[in-house]
């Protein structure tokens, strides 16, 4: 069965601090891994997309890491800040599909705290 | 631009009543979706949209109907409404396959069925 399973399901963590978020997946024929940033209230936002090939891929303050063998990605946030607050969706895409391609993750909640 | 765009933001309707959620979007992209996110779950496909005049059922489509009679335009439809339907509803766009393409989401609309 194609599954998404993202750790922890909820951290909390100091301002300034970092901090690594963990997304395992079991999605066969594998198309391209996506985190989002969703903010309470709001639609979720593209931060990454990573292709097979592709080992790391960063957006700022976030770096998105990819393991295509151990099937395992992970979300490393540097420096957290207040505006960090939200909630990170794991995201993987099926190969060859059209519009029921992509398999969500249930999220980890961060919440950062001065 | 816009983007993607819902209205309305919040709704209560009552068993049995009918409601349309509008989805909009200025990007000029062919694939449109939409999505149901509920507590503790991630989001799940309703329906999507390859096109003008080309929709198509995604994971949890009994209860919603959809068309799509222009580009910019995916408007979901509830017949009869349930309480199992109280959920935030998203609209997302996509110049590409969902597969591959980025997605960009609208804000949602968090309707609560009494």
């Known amino acids: 069965k194609n599954q998404v399973e993202q750790s922890p399901q909820s951290l909390i963590i100091l301002e300034g601090k970092n901090c690594t978020l963990q997304?395992?997946?079991?999605?066969?024929?594998?198309?391209?891994l996506r985190w989002y940033k969703q903010d309470t209230g709001r639609g979720p936002v593209s931060l990454t997309i990573m292709t097979f090939s592709e080992n790391t891929k960063s957006n700022g303050r976030y770096t998105a890491t990819l393991d295509a063998d151990t099937k395992q990605s992970s979300l490393h946030i540097t420096a957290s800040q207040l505006s960090d607050s939200a909630s990170y969706i794991c995201v993987v895409s099926l190969a060859n599909q059209a519009g029921t391609a992509l398999i969500f993750g249930k999220g980890t909640t961060l919440s950062v705290s001065s | 631009n816009a983007g993607v765009t819902q209205t309305p933001k919040f709704q209560v309707l009552k068993t049995g009543q009918s409601m349309t959620l509008q989805c909009a979007q200025d990007?000029?992209?062919?694939?449109m979706s939409w999505y149901r996110q509920d507590p503790g779950m991630g989001l799940r496909l309703i329906h999507y949209?390859?096109?003008?005049?080309?929709?198509d059922q995604g994971e949890v489509p009994n209860g919603y109907n959809v068309s799509r009679s222009t580009t910019e335009d995916f408007p979901l439809r509830l017949l009869s409404a349930a309480p199992s339907q109280t959920s935030v509803y998203f609209c997302?766009?996509?110049?590409?396959?969902?597969?591959?393409?980025?997605?960009?989401f609208g804000p949602g609309t968090r309707l609560t069925v009494l």
């Open positions: 997304c395992n997946y079991t999605v066969s024929p594998f198309s391209n």
């Open positions: 990007m000029n992209h062919e694939y």
């Open positions: 949209s390859v096109g003008a005049g080309i929709t």
């Open positions: 997302a766009s996509s110049y590409e396959f969902a597969a591959r393409g980025e997605q960009f």
